[in-house]
Each structure stands twice: as C-alpha cells, then as structure tokens.
C-alpha cells in the first residue's frame, strides 16, 4: 500500500500537481483581469496579421526574383523593361505621345 504522509509524494507527481495550480492560478487571473483576455485576443490577431503580410510579401519577393532572372537571362525581356519602365527608345524608333482628351479643361 503506497505511503501518503505529507513529504512522501513521488516527485514527479507533486511537480504535476504544482504545474496544475500554477496553470489554474494562471488561467483564473486571466478571467479575472479582462484587459488580460483582451490583451491576448489582440496579440493572436496581430500575430494573424502579420502571418498574412509576410505571406503576400514573400509572394511579391518570389515575383522580383522571377522578374530579375528573366532581366537577367533574356535580352528581349530587358530592352522591354528598359522601354516600358525607363521610357527608352533605340535610335530610329519614332515616337508618338498620345493625350487624354478628358484631362484638359474644355
């Protein structure tokens, strides 16, 4: 028959026991405090809002890296960024700007 006096309790079990009223005396001083479980709701939505921005950027950071191994590796795809991004023309080419008719007052 085990031996139940105060001081004989196996180790591990008395740290179980412990562990359980710090965790109750924990969760009771969370219910108490509102601020507390607020606090925390806030915390795991920003943690929620912040997973989501890494998430769109590392998409965007895969795109650049994308678009730098085609400048990189096709000529055909830097002269059209040259044009399109850096309004760069070769010589002979001829130009035409074309207005907005709508952005003039009449």
Known sequence: MPDFRLGTMP???????????V???AA??????????????TLREDVARIEGENARLREANEKLRLELRRLADDPAALER???EELGLVRPGDVVFRLEDHEDRAP
């Open 28 to 41: 009771v001083g969370l219910a108490v405090d509102p601020q507390g479980l607020r606090h925390a709701r």
């Open 81 to 83: 960024a040259a044009r």
């Open 11 to 21: 180790m591990n079990r008395s740290r179980a026991i412990l562990l359980s009223v």
């Open 23 to 25: 965790a109750a005396l």
